[in-house]
């Protein structure tokens, strides 16, 4: 049972306090009966609630991709930084998202919400080694050994070297003012604290620009730097398996 002000703003109907206007304004009937106050409680799985005669259907969890750009930190709140939490609207942000897992400062790219406190708990759990995808861009080049180095797992100054992770070296890239830029991607299995700047590092290599490309079957795709999507039914069950 849930009081109907908290299941009309559970489904993204609007603030508690816009949805106790619509309730004021006799535009929501559960099962039929105009609801008259904001304190009763309805059965979410059971009754048929109505705002301006259409049915509403609640869901209890959601899940979003935000691309994430550099220079917002991963927290619900900072008081010097701008949060990922602030490139979600209020309707979203009701539904109590929280990021899974976390990016740097600077590192940009993909970063998955959801108010799914069971799912986030299995995604995060040391034992569920979802695969990530980075691209790094290097201040030289990757030693070549560097492959089959990570492949075997690499020492970053934590108890145990990392788990096996992918390392495909790109083609040295050059524009048109004569600037190199040595690139790389990086697959890793885990979430320890900056894994991909310390694994470069252990090879010699400074990170100067990272961006995450994808998480398991999630990737970000065209999705413009600031702007956030819901996932599709499949990537969602994807995520469940
Ligand atoms: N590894 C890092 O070093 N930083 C990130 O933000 C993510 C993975």
Not at 15 to 33: D, H, M
Not at 187 to 193: K, L, N, P, V
Not at 210 to 221: D, I, Q
Request: net charge negative.
């Amino acid at each position: 049972m849930l009081r109907i002000d908290k299941y009309l703003a559970d489904c993204g109907l609007g603030t508690r306090s816009e949805v106790k206007k619509y309730i004021k304004s006799k535009q929501i009937t559960v099962n039929g009966e105009v609801v008259a106050k904001p304190e009763l409680k309805i059965d979410e799985n059971a009754d048929e609630v109505c705002f301006k005669g259409h049915p509403i259907t609640y869901e209890k969890y959601v899940y979003y991709l935000l691309h994430k750009p550099a220079g917002c930190v991963t927290a619900k709140q900072d008081n010097v930084h701008k949060t990922v939490m602030e490139y979600f609207s209020e309707d979203v942000l009701a539904k109590d998202i929280a990021p899974v897992g976390r990016l740097d400062l600077d590192t940009e790219g993909l970063l998955l919400f959801t108010n799914d406190g069971p799912l986030t708990h299995h995604l995060l759990s040391p034992t569920h080694h979802i695969p990530k995808t980075y691209y790094a861009v290097l201040d030289k080049e990757v030693p070549t050994s560097a492959v089959e180095q990570f492949k075997e797992g690499v020492d970053i100054g934590d108890d145990k070297p990392t788990l096996p992770a992918e390392l495909v070296i790109l083609p040295i890239e050059t524009d048109e003012d004569g600037n190199v830029f040595y690139s790389a991607e990086l697959t890793i299995h885990e979430g320890r604290f900056h894994q991909v700047k310390r694994m470069f590092e252990a090879v010699g290599c400074t990170v100067t620009y990272l961006k995450r490309l994808s998480m398991g079957a999630l990737t970000l795709g065209d999705l413009p730097k600031g702007e956030y999507r819901k996932l599709t039914e499949e990537e969602v069950a994807t995520l469940q398996k």
